[in-house]
């Protein structure tokens, strides 16, 4: 087994604000009886060039989603009027989307998803975080801890 | 790269985002076209409807509020209210009803404009932080109104002729009272034109209410609620030179009172509807002209119709004003008034209109009033030469702080007083934050809370003893069936601790012995939710894939480094398992199902009990709760995170005791120990010895909490000493009231209780018969059983009865009290 893995490449993680990011690419991870999808988002403009960070989603159980989901706000973010089946991997990778990352205890977190070209100054109350209503607001998102 | 599909509900999608108009539609589709939302004024929630889930009547039950992110929420005050759940949000809601997302979306698309201006202002929008508070504070639930008032109201609006209104303008009654005040002269003839049925139901409601069958004549003078619903009603008898009737023997005698609440309304007042939830300041007064006087002067007025009820005064507070200013009249009765009243509130929050000497505040011109001073309760008090006492103003802190030189051994069950956890770090926090979102009581908020901080904690702190003493806990919740929101409380701290330690949460209700040693053997440290102790215990006994798990769960009580059972197909193996268990139970069926051999097995006994003996009062109803106080929230999972970091950290705390707090340890273990001297001990004495124990972890979890070092304070030792005094009273009430040897000892317990009662009300021997109308379950084939087993124990009295033969047998014509 080769054991040169070759030079490792350290990205720095996304700093707050708004950036214009590119979906690269994601990971399904379990978690008790949840299923994420660990999306890599990565920063195309300016400072936020090359740096990255890890949007974690919820996959709702039954497969179906809304705009009230996470999963949904990031595919109508990505897909204009979005409707019906959707192929993660084919449909919303390398797809671009605008983003917002805020501080969150010791984490940075995407805070909320929309559309390059949208206007993004009405604060979508969509996106407030709450606790009750829907099972996938249980689930804690999580990004790469700031060092 | 996996490869996932997900399936967009663009249909459902566009129904969330326009939830306000696709309820309208499918209430238009359900009650007609005319159909809509009326806006209210009340803090909780922003419209009411007909109920789309049920047939509703005239009368709309539905009660509509939105949650900080815009979801919508509908819960139904009448039919439903007996569903579980009957509050629904948006998805569930269209669940429910089986709504075709598909459909109802096109209809919607359709009209969207037209239901757009249908749907009134929102007058809660913006006021989120506010809509917590208020919701918080004032949650009371409006009682159902009689149907029989409002035709009743226009049947006496009906007979309101100018002369009355001009005489009631002359008594002193103001426009708006005047104009929905109505008159009944008690003539048959005015219900000759109504229905037979409303004839039979007005019937019943004169029965009820008995002034209304004498020949007098009366106001009738309605009251609302907040939202604006009937309530009730006063019913004032016309006395001589007050109005000119054309029937003089229709005016009341002077013997007859001056007003009349219907029956079961002590908690009307007159004027709610006119406060909204944004009042700075709301004046009390004893009459309605009192209050439409002060209305007059531009101030906002409600009067309690007589002195202010307990329940009016939760209703008051509920209102959230800054200040409430007691208007009662200043005269001997209405001074005795006010007294009672200040004690209703803090004293910060409460000031007392200075009327002249003998007068109310109808009796004075505007600009009398307005020179009259609104002073302290204390001023009032002083200028008035009446003491309010001490423990006039509520102020549950300073009595619960109270301190008893000699403690006893236990303290009762039911009141959990703050002097029983810290009052700093998470635990208060967490008070706070629960609080709001459920009817449940503290007791119950703060097992949960230290069942949370119990887990999270893990193996990490412990006490340095001969065998290190973790914070590990089996925690109970226990209260009456239905409505003390056990589950709920739980449900509350596991979110915050789902999203910090998801790791640790995944045993719930049934699983087998493997299921036990999966989850241990990945994750050793592991919180067991049980949202029915009563159930499991009856799985646990009756279930054959559950056998064994109670010695396995007393087993890990202790937390042994290595964990290992052999079973018949496989041996069960892990290491430094660290178990929490919270669970909730009703009175009732616990009982049921905790046999002896559990109990005497060890496994109730290492349980700790919160229960909880009050039932819910009008005021402590939530029918519609706030969305969670997110900045209170934040706090405890930044809480939490920095217990988490300890593990990240690999960093250990071991504790040991201040000098005070291992002496006052030792006292309170002699005092315990040196209680059970008894037969009853037995019973009692395992679980006493497991108290003693988590004396210690309780002082561990509150010196960890509160970030003071790693010494065990006396302050610490006091507050968990003080836990467990409480805790021992609730051990004493189980066994007393619901944990019993066998049935014929439960039927002793209930006949000796139910035959004190009757004896504290009527001082004299019962029959059997009227005993066994009094206790439950207790029949013609245990009755005799039952008595002679109280009278073996001496603990009743008896009066022969008859000594005919076959009369001694059975007791007839016996009598009975409790023994002296």
Redesign the interface.
Known sequence: MDNDLGPIKLLDDLPEGTHKVIIDSFEKAEYEDYTYLNFLLVGLEGDSFDKQIIHGVPLPRNDRTTGRSKLGQLIKAAIKKPKGSFDIENHLLQKEIMVEVVEEGFYLKVDRVWPVGEEDSVKNPKHEKHSFGRQDSIVKENSLPRI | ??????????E??YL??HQTEALLQILKDKYGAEEGFIKTGDQSFDYICRCPVHEDKKNPNGRVAF?????L?LYCNGACSSEEPSTW?F??LLERLGVDHYLLGKKVKQNIEALKKDVPARHLLGQESDCIKDSEENSFIWPQTDPILDPFLKLAQRSMTDDLKKSLEELGYRDKTISQAGFLSGSLAQYNDFPEDFKKDLNQFRNENKILLTRNAFFIFPHFNQINELWSLTITPIFKGQVKLESPNRYANEDLRKSYKLKDSEAVMDGLETISSKEEEIFITEGIKDADRIRMWGKKAISTLGGLSRAQAGIIEGFGAKRIVIAFDADDAGRGKTKTAIGYFEESFVGVLNLPEGKDPNDLKQEELRTCEIISPSEWARLNNISLSEDQFTKPTEIENSKNPNPPIFSEPGVLTSDCYPQEGFIPLYLEYARPLTEARDQFHLATALSVLSIAYGRRIFISESSPIYSNLYLAIVGYSGGSKKSTSIRIGL?LL???F??R??LANAFTPEGLQSAFGEFPTQLIEIDELGGFLGQVTKKTFMSGIIDILNSLYDCPPRFRKRRAEKTLEFYDPYPVVICSSPFRWLADETNSTLKEGGFMARFQWFISLDRLKKEDLKPITP??N?SL??KL??KL?DIRSMEEEDQDERYTYEDHAEKLYCQFYEEQKLSLQNEHSEQIGPHVERLLTAVKKYALIFQATKKEGVVITSQTMKEAINLCRWLRGNIEHLFQDHFHESRIDEFCHKTLKALKQMYEGEKRFFSLREITQNVRGLDSKNKTDIIETLMDRGLIDTKSGSKKSGYKENYRGWKFRPAE
């Open positions: 790269m996996t490869n996932i599909t997900v399936l967009f509900d663009s459902l999608d969330e985002d949650s900080k992110d815009g979801t929420r949000f998805d569930q979110k789902e999203d910090i998801p790791e949460t995944s969305a969670p997110e929230k934040n999972l930044q995170e």
